[in-house]
């Protein structure tokens, strides 16, 4: 019987399996760039908004649970007071980006993606979902009923 970490795959939600397939995959290849620093924060949702203790969030950044078992939403850390939050759903076809240096590669057709989320390389022809993020000195918010407009292609 196939088990992550003790745990079938029939066991787990779908957001519970993403967790542990990336840190299992990080376990196994702690020396791919996209595990480097890679980590879940803690978050609790309230509405349309994902709020996440300050505290949690270190740079480069963090992954947080979407909403609704959505895939995860990479909050970066841009400066003190800065953050973009943007969703690791790739919008080709759906799979989970990974994160790459300063770049999102999706693993199932080639896409990649820059640090904001524009399109460099096809076949996606839509950037990764932008979310208006807030913080203030105890707390970040992410709005995920508010995705950030742009063109969509760089
Ligand atoms: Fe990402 Fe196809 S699902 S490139």
């Known amino acids: 019987m196939f088990k992550i970490h003790g745990v079938t795959p029939e066991q787990l939600d779908r957001r519970g399996f993403l967790r542990a397939t990336t840190i299992g995959v990080c376990a196994i290849s702690p020396l791919l760039a996209s595990c480097a620093g890679l980590r879940y924060a803690r978050s609790s949702r309230d509405g ?44 080709h076809r759906g799979c989970q980006v990974e994160s790459v240096g300063e770049r999102f590669v999706c693993p199932c057709h080639g896409s990649e993606f820059a640090a904001d989320g524009r399109v460099i390389i096809g076949p996606s022809e839509l950037p990764l979902i932008e979310y208006r993020v807030t913080a203030d000195d105890t707390r970040i918010v992410i709005h995920f009923d508010a995705p950030v407009a742009r063109e969509r292609r760089s």
């Open 48 to 91: 349309a908004e994902i709020r996440i203790d300050r505290r949690d969030v270190v740079a480069p950044g963090v992954l947080v649970d979407g909403p609704d078992g959505e895939l995860p939403i990479y909050l970066r850390v841009l400066a003190l007071d800065e953050f973009s939050a943007l969703s690791m759903r790739c919008m």
